[in-house]
């Protein structure tokens, strides 16, 4: 049996199994924290990287935005093999590692601002799950940055082919935390309950919908109908926060905070654009203390990689 993560050390995740991590997860009853972070831009501490940043502040997931796995590399890494950059990281963080992947729709691509430009290694192929399976990604989740133009059909029908191919060993989750360039999935029309059993019965074990108070029309309300959807199908939730309000003032991120809370949902995630890259540190360490207090919060961020 598997320990709840609040009570997890590096050891115990480096020998996690995905279902493992999925039970871990549903035993934190709603106390889980996932930071996005970006590699490819300059880190905030300079020569740590940002993933090694967002764990020392609490967070007890990391999930990497705009990694390449067909040329893998993290600004502020230690030099290493490419074949080696997710283990290297893991173990310099001592934490679960997730990527995204994009199921971008044919011609929906839109020209954006340069940062999101897409790459071979983010497209959400089979050929790249694998890749992502070999480098010891922990889980995928399929969802969009930017004007990139992700649709949720398109990602239903990655998951199917996700399922079959790296389902055995990998965490699949799924889902939109903007309209992502499909301006007819925008607002309220982002994700419904039918979108969440089409993910689910596709092969997502964890859904990923808009924290209320993010995108227009997101209540808490309607949020927890999405979560409460998953739960009847026995799948756990992200509420995230992908609006650039992960760089919003610390009472902002507190009252996010508990709106997700209320929603029931089982992760909570703080994307990467403080500034650009990761979310502002003390609104990491403010989201941990406003889910699971100090005691939790101080825990997670002392204790050694070493154990």
Same mark, same amino acid.
């Given at each position: !049996?598997?320990?709840?993560i609040l009570?997890?050390?590096a050891?115990?995740f480096?020998?996690?199994t995905k279902?493992?991590?999925?039970?871990?997860?549903?035993?934190?009853?709603?106390? *889980?924290? $996932?930071?996005?972070?970006?590699?490819?831009?300059?880190?905030?501490? #300079?020569?740590?990287?940002?993933?090694?940043?967002?764990?020392? !502040?609490?967070?007890d997931?990391?999930?990497?935005?705009?990694f390449?796995v &067909?040329?893998?590399?993290i600004?502020?890494?230690?030099?290493?093999?490419?074949e080696n950059? @997710?283990?290297?990281?893991?173990?310099?963080?001592g934490r679960?590692v997730?990527?995204?992947l994009?199921?971008?729709?044919e011609g929906?691509?839109?020209?954006?601002d340069?940062?999101?430009?897409m790459?071979? #290694? +983010?497209?959400?192929t089979v050929?790249?799950?694998?890749r $992502?399976k070999?480098?010891? =990604?922990?889980f995928?989740?399929l969802?969009?940055?930017p004007?990139?133009? @992700?649709?949720n059909?398109a990602i =239903?029908?990655t998951?199917? &082919?996700?399922?079959?191919?790296?389902?055995?060993?990998i965490?699949?989750?799924?889902?939109?935390?903007?309209?992502?360039?499909?301006?007819?999935?925008?607002?309220?029309n982002?994700?419904?309950?039918q979108?969440v059993?089409d993910?689910? &019965?596709?092969?997502a074990?964890? @859904?990923?919908?808009?924290a209320?108070?993010? *995108?227009?029309?997101?209540?808490?309300?309607y949020a927890?109908s999405?979560?409460?959807?998953?739960h009847?199908?026995?799948?756990?939730?992200?509420t995230?926060?992908?609006?650039?309000?992960e760089g919003?003032?610390?009472d902002?991120?507190k009252?996010?905070?508990l709106?997700?809370? !209320?929603?029931?949902?089982?992760?909570?995630h703080?994307?990467?654009a403080?500034y650009?890259?990761m979310?502002?540190p003390?609104?990491? !360490?403010?989201?941990? @203390?406003a889910i699971r207090?100090?005691?939790?919060t101080?825990h +997670?961020m002392a204790?050694?990689?070493e154990?």
């Open positions: !049996m598997s320990k709840r009570d997890c050390y050891s115990d480096a020998h996690f279902k493992d991590l999925l039970e871990s997860i549903r035993k934190s009853e709603g106390r *889980v924290l $996932a930071c996005e972070t970006i590699g490819t831009v300059q880190p905030m501490l #300079g020569n740590v990287t940002n993933a090694e940043f967002v764990s020392a !502040m609490g967070a997931i990391v999930l990497l935005n705009m390449d &067909q040329k893998p590399a600004r502020g890494l230690p030099e290493t093999e490419p950059v @997710v283990r290297l990281l893991k173990k310099l963080t679960p997730g990527i995204n994009e199921p971008v729709e929906e691509e839109e020209e954006t340069p940062l999101w430009k790459s071979d #290694g +983010r497209r959400a050929e790249n799950a694998l $992502a070999e480098l010891g =990604v922990d995928i989740l969802t969009g940055n004007g990139m133009g @992700v649709s059909p =239903v029908r998951l199917r &082919q996700f399922r079959e191919a790296v389902g055995d060993s965490v699949l989750a799924a889902g939109k935390m903007h309209a992502a360039g499909i301006l007819s999935e925008a607002a309220e982002i994700m419904t309950e979108d059993a993910f689910v &019965q596709a092969g074990e964890i @859904v990923l919908l808009p209320p108070g993010t *995108v227009p029309g997101i209540t808490v309300e927890r999405l979560v409460s959807c998953a009847r199908l026995s799948a756990l939730t992200i995230a926060i992908g609006t650039s309000q919003a003032d610390t902002t991120i009252r996010l905070a709106m997700c809370k !209320m929603t029931g949902t089982d992760i909570h703080l994307g990467d403080g650009a890259g979310s502002l003390e609104n990491i !360490m403010a989201y941990s @203390v207090g100090i005691r939790h101080y +997670r204790a050694s990689v154990r």
